[in-house]
């Protein structure tokens, strides 16, 4: 017993007359080799876990006796087991929260628990400061569940999961086998011209999502009544509810409840992968495409990561066998600071073994910053887009985050029982802790930098095109592979100027046998000589274009091209771009700076400590040298890869077919490339991003600055 024995608040509830309601089913279940009761009402699919000691104690109740007379019966046959009153004030509290007690007299009931209206309103307030996840239940899907149930049966059997595992390992291949196809389209999903297409084929996706996880729960016995909309961050998505999967006995009957939406998911991205590769361009290759990147990515970034309280919270809860994780972590956090600062005696941990709270206090801190850190994403990104609703959500992310901690700290000092004796340490340790904190946030300079992002440029790159039409028949190098001045890069054959050389030549034969007869006729032999030279004219130039069908290297450097072995046995156009030979020799990187981040650039008078990252090269730092800031507004990027169209984050005008013309003016920073080693390629119009180190300043400026920033560029204030 965690608890005193007698309770302040025991004469509220000892002369209720309570028992469960008859809706009311009980299941035993095991967590970490304790047993425990799963108290479910099937009329409103609630569920509730309480202890054997509660639940032996909570059948007893009956109509016709008291809590007061129930407890001491059972206190005078288990005294050892018997719950406290503290215990069972609370226990019963819950029950009527969740709405699974009956009460003999109603009138009394509502009298007794004076918490439960301001528990209603805690639950109301929680939802409005949530608003920007609201769930709209809209129809009951367990009839048709039913209705598929044998071809449920099919899908999540050893033989399902064999096919599965199959599509999924044969797409893996797919993707590894072309991930450079997959690198160069991807960087093009974020374009304007394709966020439709994009949100469509998540809403498909996660309809589907949610038909995995109510299909299993079907198959288990779990009835699923409610499909619905849910508006994350005002973006309707799809969600079932599949909660009566709580009430299994089996943890991995859960487990697989939790994981069915994910691979479900994998399933069909793997299928859109087998489309992908064997489609050309056009709609159902585009489409596939983003099947198969939004089925696996956001599957494994998003419904994978227990961090958020989606599907994976739910299967790290039910293996490590923690019920109500989220709640259990944030208790034993404040547990630790309880007893460990305050000093507070008699008080009792949550965990029940060194693993759980190791489990508990390492959930708590790791969610509580990643939830902080997608609340301020939320709101910076709704605030770039829709200041007002911004501005809202702001004012909800401080109320939640803030003002409601500090009032809740305030209430806890000022009332709560458990500090009487460790009041006055408690309030001195909380005013000493956050006039730090206060101190610290707006005082003390922290780093600050600027991420430019950017391409190289390679100094006297030499860009091969083909100087005439023709087959390509041989290519004599590799992609990444070095070449000197004077190699053969690629041969052409063109027959048509083969046979045209032939004509020519017999032309020519003929003509100069005609000259050779009208040697003694002045007037004849003027014209064949023109002919005859306007003949040898054309064979020459001809000649000269079929020896240029051999392209040979200008200068030395490293063979650059992507796509030039799959033009092998293709007819080529005159002009077709086939690569860039890169010498090795020196880079320059230009970046792009936004303008609104540009401000610090023009009062630092240097650019030392600025370091360059390369893409595909993240192991690596590179020193920059040289560093000039271009001190006028642009609009055309050096390369559309910083673009939206190009997968980069600088928005573009949708009228530019380039893809270079951006919508709002950024600076431009140059900077010379000092290779650290010889053996290290880099390639012209590699992208990367520049970090320049700035003057350091405290986290309020940084903050003020961006909502000054964001006045000036929103409403010119």
């Not at 019966?73 to 087991?81: A, E, F, S, V």
Request: glycine letters at 4%.
């Amino acid at each position: 017993m965690s608890e005193q024995i007698f309770s302040n608040s025991w004469h509220n509830v000892s002369g209720l007359n309570v028992s469960l309601l008859t809706t009311v089913t009980v299941q035993k279940q095991h967590y970490r080799g304790e047993e425990w009761y799963v108290l479910k009402d099937s009329f409103n699919n609630k569920f509730f876990k309480i202890k054997p000691e509660a639940y032996r104690f909570i059948v007893k109740l009956n109509t016709e006796a008291t809590v007061e007379e129930v407890w001491e019966d059972y206190l005078m046959k288990y005294p050892l087991i018997t719950p406290t009153q503290d215990e069972l004030v609370k226990l019963l509290s819950q029950l009527h929260l969740n709405n699974l007690l009956y009460f003999k007299n109603r009138v009394q009931s509502e009298a007794v628990f004076e918490r439960y209206s301001e528990q209603q309103a805690k639950l109301l307030q929680s939802k409005v400061v949530s608003f920007l996840f609201i769930k709209v239940p809209i129809l009951d899907p367990d009839k048709f569940l039913t209705l598929i149930h044998p071809l449920t049966k099919i899908i999540f059997s050893r033989f399902g999961f064999f096919i599965w595992l199959l599509t999924l390992i044969y797409a893996g291949k797919i993707v590894i086998d072309h991930i450079s196809m997959v690198s160069i389209q991807a960087q093009g999903m974020l374009s304007p011209n394709n966020l439709v297409y994009l949100y469509i084929t998540l809403f498909i996706l996660k309809i589907i999502h949610e038909f995995g996880h109510a299909m299993v729960c079907k198959k288990f016995g779990g009835p699923v009544h409610t499909i619905g909309l849910m508006f994350l961050v005002f973006t309707p998505l799809p969600y079932m509810d599949a909660s009566s999967s709580w009430g299994f006995r089996n943890n991995w009957h859960r487990v697989l409840v939790g994981s069915a939406g994910m691979l479900v998911e994998l399933f069909i991205a793997s299928l859109a992968t087998i489309v992908w590769i064997n489609t050309g361009d056009g709609f159902i290759h585009a489409l596939s495409f983003n099947v198969m990147i939004i089925g696996s990515i956001s599957s494994l970034i998003f419904n994978a990561n227990p961090l958020l309280k989606l599907d994976a919270y739910y299967m790290l809860s039910d293996w490590l066998e923690i019920p109500n994780l989220s709640k259990r972590a944030n208790q034993q956090f404040l547990y630790f600071f309880k007893k460990n600062i305050f000093k507070i005696e008699h008080i009792f941990p949550p965990s029940r073994s060194k693993k759980e709270t190791f489990w508990l206090n390492s959930y708590a801190i790791l969610s509580y910053i990643y939830r902080l850190l997608v609340s301020l994403t939320i709101m910076f990104f709704v605030a770039d887009q829709i200041f007002v609703i911004g501005v809202i959500v702001g004012m909800m992310s401080l109320y939640m985050w803030l003002i409601k901690p500090i009032y809740s700290l305030f209430k806890y000092l000022v009332t709560s029982s458990e500090l009487n004796q460790k009041r006055k340490r408690a309030i001195v340790i909380s005013t000493l802790f956050m006039s730090l904190f206060l101190m610290v946030f707006i005082f003390v300079p922290v780093p600050n930098s600027i991420h430019a992002s950017g391409v190289l440029y390679a100094k006297g790159f030499s860009s091969v095109y083909t100087p005439s039409e023709g087959y390509l028949i041989k290519v004599a190098l590799k992609n990444g592979e070095t070449v000197k001045k004077g190699e053969l890069i690629a041969m052409l054959v063109n027959k048509e100027m083969d046979l045209e050389i032939k004509s020519l030549e017999t032309k020519l034969e003929k003509t100069l046998a005609l000259e050779l007869k009208a040697q003694q006729d002045i007037s004849d032999l003027k014209p064949l000589k023109k002919r005859v030279l306007l003949l040898k004219n054309k064979i020459k130039k001809l000649k000269e274009k079929r020896n240029k069908l051999l392209i040979y290297a200008e200068i030395s450097g490293v063979w650059i091209s992507k796509n030039i072995t799959s033009l092998t046995k293709s007819f080529i156009n005159k002009g077709t771009h086939l690569g860039d030979i890169i010498p090795q020799e020196g880079f320059h990187f230009i970046a792009i700076v936004p303008q609104e981040k540009a401000y610090d650039l023009f009062e630092k008078e240097h650019f030392n400590n600025s370091t360059l990252k390369l893409k595909g090269l993240e192991y690596q730092t590179f020193k920059i040298s040289d560093v000039n800031l271009i001190p006028y507004k642009q609009h055309i990027l050096p390369s559309a890869v910083l673009g939206w169209f190009g997968g980069g984050d600088i928005k573009v005008s949708q009228e530019d077919p380039s893809g270079k013309k951006s919508v709002e003016a950024f600076f431009e920073i140059r900077a010379n490339v000092e290779l650290n080693s010889s053996s290290i390629q880099l390639y012209h119009h590699h992208s990367g991003v520049l970090h320049i180190a700035l003057k350091k300043r405290s986290l309020w400026s940084k903050f003020s600055r961006y909502m000054k920033q964001l006045m000036q560029r929103k409403y010119q204030i």
